[in-house]
């Protein structure tokens, strides 16, 4: 290896900046890392243990199996992780030699170093404490030399750059999985949800929206925008969305909502406007000025919530939530228990159990209880 002073770092500190934003990008930083540094494998651990996630975000040589045995914890286990997590943060050090674990650890080195030619490892940990852990491994043959000081300094002077990097990293992945929990969420809601830019181009919906488009086709979305099919009620969509952007029209003037038909259905589509100031505080990262916020529903939908929701929710059995989600869609005791083939007898006794749970004795408090719970 070169002299440390005469090592030209500027790429690789490039790739690890690179990765902060390209997370694919980590496997190639590995790489070259590996190839600065003479090390057949290495990984770069990721675990975020404030939101008990843990992976192997970037690796160069390794078999899958690694980066399953970390993700599912496993690692914990590894002899060679340990001596690193033992390590000071900032300070890379070699932590195993095969003359070494061979003499003093004779199973692991027979079953696993010496069958992946694993010989030297050096180690360094960027980040290790009560919120997250993060450090890179890095794997010499045993036909290699040790980790020199020389080396393993390198790795010492990348130290910032990594725990910058990775912050930024952990930042990233904190709001895209935000993100997906939201959208997520908002796509299990009975509402459609649409948003659109200050100039009315469609930048969100949830999959509800999409449903309801596709069963009741007085709104469809045509490339961007939204097309309605009833000539009148077009007007009246327009209007209402000027009408939520004009900054001298406030309180319940604001408060705008229009029907859209369609000859082929029997109810109109209802929409729901508001700006994104009156709205939830973000739609998956996407807001920005003038947005519109609109809520669509079906009178003619079906009430479809999974059973296991209720189940969570309330503490009902699937019995129950069963016979909950028939009321809220319109069914009478009698129908249900025809269509379950069970009993009426049996169907009251669910409804009691449903009645007591949610501390209500009127079917018709059943049904406002469970459609106003925003699933679907």
């Known amino acids: 290896m070169p002299l440390l002073c005469d090592i030209d770092l500027l790429p690789l500190i490039d790739d690890i900046y690179e990765s902060a934003y390209r997370p694919d990008h980590w496997n190639l930083t590995l790489a070259n890392l590996c190839q600065l540094l003479s090390s057949k494998s290495g990984a770069l651990l990721f675990e975020d243990r404030a939101e008990q996630t843990r992976e192997m975000i970037g690796s160069h040589n390794l078999p899958g199996i690694p980066k399953v045995a970390y993700r599912m914890g496993l690692a914990k286990h590894d002899l060679i992780f340990k001596f690193q997590e033992s390590q000071p943060v900032g300070r890379a050090k070699l932590v195993a030699r095969h003359e070494e674990i061979s003499q003093t650890n004779p199973l692991y080195y027979r079953i696993l170093m010496k069958p992946n030619d694993v010989g030297y490892v050096a180690a360094i940990n960027f980040f290790n404490d009560g919120e997250w852990h993060a450090g890179i491994g890095l794997h010499r043959s045993t036909k290699a030399m040790p980790f020199g000081e020389d080396e393993l300094q390198l ?39 649409i948003v659109l830019n200050s100039n009315d181009k469609v930048v969100y919906l949830n999959k509800v929206a999409e449903k309801l488009m596709e069963t009741h086709p007085s709104l469809q979305v045509v490339g961007d925008k939204l097309y309605v099919h009833n000539t009148e009620d077009n007007q009246a969509f327009t209007k209402m969305l000027s009408t939520l952007r004009d900054p001298h029209i406030t309180g319940s003037q604001r408060d705008q909502a ?82 379950k083939r069970v009993s009426k007898e049996t169907v009251r006794s669910h409804l009691k159990g449903v009645l007591s749970k949610l501390g209500v004795s009127r079917q018709q408090d059943v049904v406002r209880i469970i459609l106003g719970s925003g699933l679907g």
């Open 155 to 193: 790795l010492n002077i990348l130290t910032p750059h990594f725990q910058r990097s990775l912050r930024i990293h952990r930042e990233l992945y904190r709001a895209q999985s935000r993100e997906e929990s939201l959208e997520g969420a908002l796509s299990r809601l009975m509402l459609g949800i």
């Open 258 to 339: 229009v029907g859209l038909r369609h000859p082929d259905r029997p109810h109109p589509l209802t929409i729901l406007g508001a700006t994104s100031q009156e709205s939830p505080s973000s739609f998956g990262g996407i807001r920005s000025q003038g947005q519109i916020v609109l809520y669509l529903s079906n009178p003619d939908s079906r009430f479809t919530a999974p059973e296991e929701d209720l189940i969570e929710l309330f503490g009902l059995t699937r019995s129950e939530a069963e016979t909950a989600i028939a009321l809220a869609n319109g069914l009478s005791l009698d129908d249900f228990a025809a269509q």
